[in-house]
């Protein structure tokens, strides 16, 4: 069921509905990153002002320069760390276009579904960045203690984040967040199973942007298959 579900995502991603959530999401963040780049310089010149006075030097008009070209890799060291999270986020509020793609696509018989407030959406996304980046901050304890393991904890740990995150967008646009909550405890070791599946490529560079998409779009397919197993039972 879950090599199903994630080669049928695979095989949709050249739907012009993923490309366009792609799309937004780096867009968005590369405009967040240069947008903080801009502000931090504007500051700094605020603080610094035209010059500066130094003893035995006199004034020095060339810091306010230097200090803006020396942002520049700053930021890029940022952007490395930080584009995949960020990236996730932004990504996550229209991962709801990815979701309806898949049904359009492969379960054209369904009756609309829910709809989430974009107030919902940022919430959910920020909610789920803020888990994801504090919990891998205490995981880097065990990453120290257990290096030889790190990697497992890496995989089982975001796997079990990704999936509950995924699960949950999937299942909430059709039984709501009570019943979501209900069915992700129901089918917690799928889920998990399948999360950690979508953890392994956070590690490949370029790849990891293509998470959330593949993310969304596989658990779609894992709810409906699930759901329909239930009925048929």
């Given at each position: 069921m879950i090599?199903?579900?994630?080669?049928?995502?695979?095989?949709?991603?050249?739907?012009?509905?993923?490309?366009m959530?792609?799309?937004?999401?780096?867009?968005?963040?590369?405009?967040?990153?240069?947008?903080?780049?801009v502000?931090?310089?504007q500051?700094?010149?605020?603080?610094?002002?035209?010059?500066?006075?130094?003893p035995?030097?006199?004034?020095v008009?060339w810091v306010?320069?230097?200090v803006?070209?020396g942002?520049?890799?700053?930021?890029?060291?940022?952007s490395?760390v930080?584009?995949?999270p960020?990236?996730?986020?932004?990504?996550?509020?229209?991962l709801?276009?990815v979701?309806?793609?898949?049904?359009?696509r492969?379960?054209?018989g369904l009756?609309p579904?829910?709809?989430?407030?974009?107030?919902?959406n940022?919430?959910?996304?920020?909610?789920?960045?803020?888990?994801?980046?504090?919990?891998?901050?205490?995981?880097?304890?065990?990453?120290?203690?257990?290096a030889?393991?790190?990697?497992?904890?890496?995989?089982?740990?975001n796997?079990?984040?990704?999936?509950?995150?995924y699960f949950?967008?999937?299942?909430i646009?059709?039984?709501g967040?009570?019943?979501?909550?209900q069915?992700?405890?129901?089918?917690l070791?799928?889920?998990?199973i399948?999360?950690?599946?979508?953890?392994?490529?956070?590690?490949i560079?370029?790849?990891?942007?293509?998470?959330?998409i593949?993310?969304?779009?596989?658990?779609?397919h894992?709810?409906?298959?699930?759901e329909?197993?239930?009925?048929?039972?």
């Open positions: 090599p199903g579900a994630f080669l049928a995502a695979v095989g949709q991603l050249g739907d012009p509905r993923f490309r959530v792609l799309l937004k999401g780096v867009g968005i963040t590369i405009g967040i990153f240069v947008a903080i780049y502000l931090f310089v500051v700094i010149g605020w603080f610094i002002g035209d010059g500066v006075s130094l035995w030097v006199g004034t008009t306010d320069d230097a803006s070209w942002a520049v890799p700053l930021m890029l060291l940022l490395v930080l584009m995949v960020v990236a996730s986020a932004v990504t996550g509020l229209f709801d276009d979701a309806q793609a898949v049904e359009d492969h379960y054209p009756p579904a829910n709809e989430l407030s974009l107030l919902d940022i919430r959910d996304s920020l909610g789920f960045l803020g888990v994801l980046v504090l919990a891998n901050v205490v995981a880097l304890v065990l990453y120290l203690l257990l030889p393991l790190a990697p497992f904890i890496f995989w089982g740990l796997g079990f984040l990704l999936g509950r995150e949950t967008l999937a299942a646009r059709r039984v967040r009570t019943g979501a909550a069915l992700r405890r129901r089918y070791p799928t889920i998990w399948a999360g950690v599946l979508m953890a392994v490529p956070l590690t560079p370029l790849v990891n942007l293509l998470v959330p593949l993310g969304a779009a596989t658990f779609t894992l709810f409906q298959r699930l329909a197993r239930a009925a048929r039972r």
